[in-house]
């Protein structure tokens, strides 16, 4: 949800569908990072798997949002919200 947040805080408009889900994997290992350096990751985590799971869960949000047009990720954060 914070990508979500952050992306379209400069509109939504015209941001691809790959500039979306990089921001969220990029989101995703910096949180990673933080909650494991305060002791907040089970020792089974992996990092990849995190990275992972919020590229598919951005794709999945930013083909629900109409794959970008008429709103794109922009129109499905007033959705959430």
Known sequence: MNALKTFT????EGNSQGEFIGHAMAQAGKLFDEQHSAGNVAPSANKQDAISHAAQMAYKLYTKSGNGGGGGPGGLLGKLL
């Open 9 to 12: 805080s400069g509109g939504g």
